[in-house]
């Protein structure tokens, strides 16, 4: 549906269409929802998009990245732990929650948001708390994180949504292989320090060896090729995020496959986030007649 304004901005009759709605009629399968006394039309599925594709190659050209880079594969990985049963039940207690909000029928975006971001949270070990203050919980994710670093060779990159999770990594790591050997990269981290860390990172003689950051910070941009391994802490749903922050370590200059692993509880909505941003990699592949790529599920 984001294609609607981006094609309007170069001419509005590109896509055959006077309006976003009647864009959205012969493209999406749509149906109306009742919560209370609002309704509003929710999106359920796609249709047509051969169609759609046949337009845009009228006027398009895209040229990808692997038909101009003579790139390494990548790999994929999905490293399963379970819930403790503390997090168990607060993460059933917080899912139920969520859902008599929804079911009451009068729910703010914010709110929901709030629940999704807290079911995350304890899966990650944490969940902050309404007075403010942190609840910590025995995880298996900080532990099956040091034992994948106990099995790969070479310099790492560590992705994970939660500041809490990015300086409780940075503290096990450094207690255990030294202070040197891993640096943080995310909203506190000061503008100058950032370049020296990815300059030690992209030093193969430095001990820097452990990039510990946050996708929406350091996902963009930077240069990172001497990992040759990509950890995933934690995900959220935006793809564009997902995506850019893969390709940090494979892109020009790398020279070895490089390998994803995702640290991911079993049953809850760190499943649900992988499967969502599969199904935005499926649409995006059928609008732009592209075959299947390979990810993670």
């Not at 099995?151 to 999770?165: L, M, P, S, Y």
């Not at 001990?207 to 995933?232: D, H, M, N, S």
Request: some cysteine.
């Amino acid at each position: 549906m984001d294609l609607y304004t981006q094609c309007e901005f170069l001419d509005g009759w590109l896509l055959g269409h006077s309006s976003y709605f009647s864009f959205q009629y012969e493209y999406a399968v749509v149906q109306r929802r009742n919560m209370g006394a609002h309704s509003f039309t929710q999106i359920v599925g796609y249709r047509n998009l051969e169609k759609l594709n046949d337009k845009l190659e009228k006027f398009s050209f895209r040229v990808k990245k692997e038909d101009c880079l003579d790139l390494p594969d990548k790999v994929y990985v999905k490293r399963s732990v379970e819930l403790t049963d503390e997090q168990k039940s607060v993460y059933s207690s917080l899912k139920s929650f969520a859902l008599a909000l929804i079911e009451e029928g009068s729910v703010t975006t914010d709110t929901v948001l709030t629940q999704l971001l807290r079911l995350q949270q304890v899966c990650s070990g944490h969940v902050k708390l309404d007075d403010g203050t942190m609840k910590i919980f025995d995880s298996a994710k900080l532990p099956e994180l040091m034992s994948v670093l106990e099995e790969v060779d070479g310099k790492v990159i560590i992705w994970a949504n939660f500041t809490h999770d990015i300086k409780s990594i940075h503290q096990a790591i450094s207690l255990k292989y030294g202070a040197e050997t891993a640096a943080t990269y995310y909203g506190e981290t000061e503008s100058d320090q950032r370049q020296e860390i990815v300059r030690q990172f992209q030093d193969p003689d430095s001990p820097l060896k452990y990039f510990i950051g946050q996708p929406r910070t350091g996902g963009y941009g930077l240069t990172l090729t001497e990992a040759k391994t990509v950890i995933y802490y934690s995900n959220n749903f935006d793809l564009e995020i997902r995506l850019q922050s893969e390709d940090r370590a494979h892109r020009i200059g790398q020279t070895s496959k490089v390998t994803y692993i995702d640290i991911v509880a079993d049953k809850t909505v760190d499943e649900k986030i992988l499967i969502a941003l599969r199904n935005k990699i499926n649409i995006a592949s059928q609008v732009l007649a592209e075959d299947f790529r390979d990810w993670i599920v």
